[in-house]
């Protein structure tokens, strides 16, 4: 560890090899605490290579507790975090929206490291129960036409890292890595990353896949589609400016769609907007994610999406694919 911390320091860079070993070493248990958290520090104050991304990614999904939902042609709807911006829950309300216009999610998802309430906190708190047993899971996306992949327990490997990320409370490079290394390897992908440059890096990386993808970055900073300004969108074909005004809205100011305080408080935003109970802007800006996702998976104009998704909200179908969720988790 000495030595690539020496080597990182003068900006030198890993090959995607080194930087797939030192995710394996450190998943072993070979390096402290103090070592991870100065591996990690490292990343928050020179930007990550291609290759380096690369051989981190690789080294998860190697390691990670694979689940193959092939047959259903899911979509994930997931973001970096690390914005810095806390929104309500938009990603994870975009893939119940998702869900209710007909197009199956396998949704990864964390607790928040960089917010107050991620994802998992969210769902956890609705009685959302995890798990990575595969005919569970397959039961929730062919019921409710979701299912979540709460990222701790198809990346044990990453135990060792899960503290340090705690105590130091900012984003990491694992913050890139959270879209990249969905353990179902879903074939089509919408992504918010929180600066323009992962942005592209992504870009590149998505190509050499088999991914159909739409990555996001609003201009203003967030990782999603905010409506406060134009949106950065790359897909495997084209990149584009998304602006309020392609989904015939105008645009929003940051304070309309912040997040809670605490986990119940964001729970309480969830349902209200999930009820379709929500103020126009927290609706307008699911809806606009959520259509932009559905536009993805079906091959459709974001205002298309925008639609379907909207349709999805107020006919109730979101609302049941939460419903039906949280009762296979009683079951």
Do not use: W
């Amino acid at each position: 560890m000495k030595a690539i911390l020496n080597r990182l320091i003068k900006h030198e860079q890993l090959s995607k090899e080194e930087a797939r070993q030192m995710i394996i070493n450190i998943a072993d248990g070979q390096y402290n605490p103090t070592q991870i958290a100065s591996f990690l520090t490292v990343y928050m104050m020179r930007s990550i290579s291609l290759e380096e991304l690369e051989g981190f990614r690789e080294a998860l999904l190697e390691l990670c507790i694979a689940i193959d939902l092939s047959e259903f042609d899911a979509i994930d709807l997931c973001g970096t975090g690390g914005d810095g911006k806390d929104t309500f829950n938009i990603s994870t309300l975009s893939s119940f929206v998702t869900a209710g216009a007909g197009i199956k999610v396998s949704k990864h998802g964390n607790y928040g490291v960089s917010s107050g309430c991620g994802s998992s906190n969210v769902l956890e708190a609705l009685g959302v129960e995890f798990s990575n047993n595969a005919d569970y899971l397959k039961r929730c996306i062919e019921q409710a036409g979701i299912c979540i992949l709460h990222a701790p327990l198809f990346h044990p490997a990453m135990k060792n890292v899960a503290p340090v990320r705690k105590d130091l409370g900012v984003k990491t490079f694992f913050n890139m890595l959270g879209p990249l290394v969905n353990p179902a390897s879903p074939k089509n992908q919408l992504t918010g990353v929180f600066n323009l440059e992962l942005a592209r890096l992504y870009h590149y990386l998505l190509q050499k896949t088999n991914t159909k993808f739409t990555i996001l970055y609003a201009l203003d900073g967030y990782d999603e589609i905010s409506l406060t300004g134009a949106a950065k969108a790359f897909s495997n074909s084209s990149e584009r400016l998304l602006t309020p005004q392609d989904f015939g809205l105008l645009p929003l100011e940051a304070k309309q769609i912040a997040g809670g305080d605490n986990v119940a408080s964001s729970a309480k935003i969830f349902m209200n907007v999930i009820q379709n109970k929500g103020t126009q802007a927290q609706t307008d800006v699911v809806c606009a994610n959520a259509g932009v996702a559905i536009a993805t998976a079906l091959d459709l104009t974001p205002i298309e999406g925008f639609e379907k998704a909207k349709e999805s909200l107020s006919n109730g179908n979101a609302l049941k694919a939460l419903s039906t969720l949280q009762n296979l988790s009683k079951a």
